[in-house]
């Protein structure tokens, strides 16, 4: 096998994509848009929730309260109700997702060292929602209460209360705590794992159909040179529109490359060859191209999208699907994407996942080659 011999296949290739604007575009201008769409779309940053208080106090102390829980960006004060009857109208239009109901006589408990009880009521019908803004209120309650305790030891003849314990948060690789910075990486690899099986399987079969991949067999190339030839074209092109998506993550989302560029190189041709050699698979099952299509569709976007790691944890899942994960070429490109992008690490964290992805394109390559020689032979 020789860079000679497989030039007319790969400049044929390159003529075929040249006079194809459809799959130039999927190649090229898709997976830039496709991110562009997602990054924006999926973002679990859950901030400026519509909030409803009822304060039935109405006294400087409650009105000190409400100025603690809409100051910061995490609550929008949408309504002052004056009754707890009124809530309910609003949760089921979905004008608010929480609501505080400020007790009577608030203030005269806390000047008597009495406890009052401040009822919080929430929209369950997003689970994710309702629970991250418990949170928030949760941990903006607990800082007015010690607040309150700081003062009151100080008025008890303390020159300077402190607490017992305290606590420094400090946030590595993502301080902002911004959910793009987890989900680019990710759709990276579920836009460059359709495409490039797409593609692939659909150029293959597309040979098949037009008669011409039995004339290509009776050129000096065998079956492996020839597929080789064709997949090259796209392997380059696909590498380009990897590059196009890292450029879009960093103008619209700030995500820089932290770590070595050469090895995110290699774990972005291993990951293509996946997507390759699993393309060269779907293209020895399909007889057409609207079967290959919807092959690459069930194969890829399920798949990566739900067991990779890429939206869902994989730790959650139930023992049988985590086993399933394990033969997801995503999973393991992800573990090295966001180590080199995110993290900046070094090869020593995840040399296990770039020996998954060699062995994954080699064995299914090989079989796929087997099928392929087998199906033309018929």
């Not at 505080?100 to 009521?121: C, E, T, W, Y």
Request: hydrophobic content about 50%; proline content about 4%.
């Amino acid at each position: 096998m020789s860079l000679k011999r497989l030039r007319p296949v790969i400049r044929k290739e390159f003529i075929q994509i040249r006079r194809d604007p459809i799959s130039l575009t999927l190649l090229l201008v898709l997976p830039t848009f496709i991110l562009i769409m997602f990054g924006y779309a999926l973002n679990f940053d859950v901030k400026h929730l519509s909030l409803a208080v009822v304060d039935l106090d109405r006294s400087q102390a409650s009105r000190e309260l409400v100025r603690h829980l809409t100051s910061g960006e995490y609550f929008d004060l949408k309504y002052q109700l004056d009754s707890i009857s009124e809530i309910d109208p609003f949760f089921d239009t979905e004008k608010i997702k929480l609501a505080v109901v400020i007790p009577r006589n608030f203030a005269r408990d806390l000047a008597s060292g009495r406890s009052p009880a401040i009822q919080i009521l929430a929209d369950g019908t997003n689970s994710t929602t309702a629970l991250t803004g418990l949170g928030y209120l949760s941990n903006i309650m607990l800082q007015y209460s010690m607040g309150l305790n700081l003062e009151l030891l100080e008025r008890s003849g303390l020159k300077k209360a402190l607490m017992p314990v305290d606590s420094r948060i400090r946030v590595w690789y993502n301080p902002e705590l911004k959910s793009s910075r987890f989900l680019v990486p990710g759709l990276m690899a579920f836009v460059l794992m359709i495409i490039i099986v797409l593609a692939t399987a659909l150029s293959i079969v597309r040979e098949k159909e037009k008669g011409t991949m039995n004339q290509l067999l009776l050129s000096p190339l065998g079956p492996a040179e020839m597929i080789i030839g064709k997949i090259i074209p796209y392997l380059l092109l696909s590498l380009l529109g990897a590059h196009l998506v890292l450029l879009a993550g960093r103008v619209l989302f700030g995500i820089a490359i932290k770590g070595s560029y050469p090895l995110l190189l290699l774990v972005m041709v291993l990951f293509l060859f996946c997507g390759l050699s699993q393309g060269i698979l779907v293209s020895t099952v399909a007889a057409s191209q609207q079967v290959a299509f919807l092959l690459a569709g069930l194969t890829t976007l399920l798949p990566t999208f739900i067991l990779s790691g890429f939206v869902f944890p994989i730790r959650n899942m139930p023992v049988v699907v985590q086993a399933i994960t394990y033969i997801i070429p995503a999973r393991y490109f992800l573990v090295g994407l966001r180590a080199i992008i995110l993290k900046g690490a070094g090869l020593a964290a995840y040399y296990r996942e770039i020996i998954f992805l060699v062995v994954y394109g080699l064995a299914v390559t090989g079989f796929s080659l087997i099928r392929l020689r087998k199906s033309l032979e018929k």
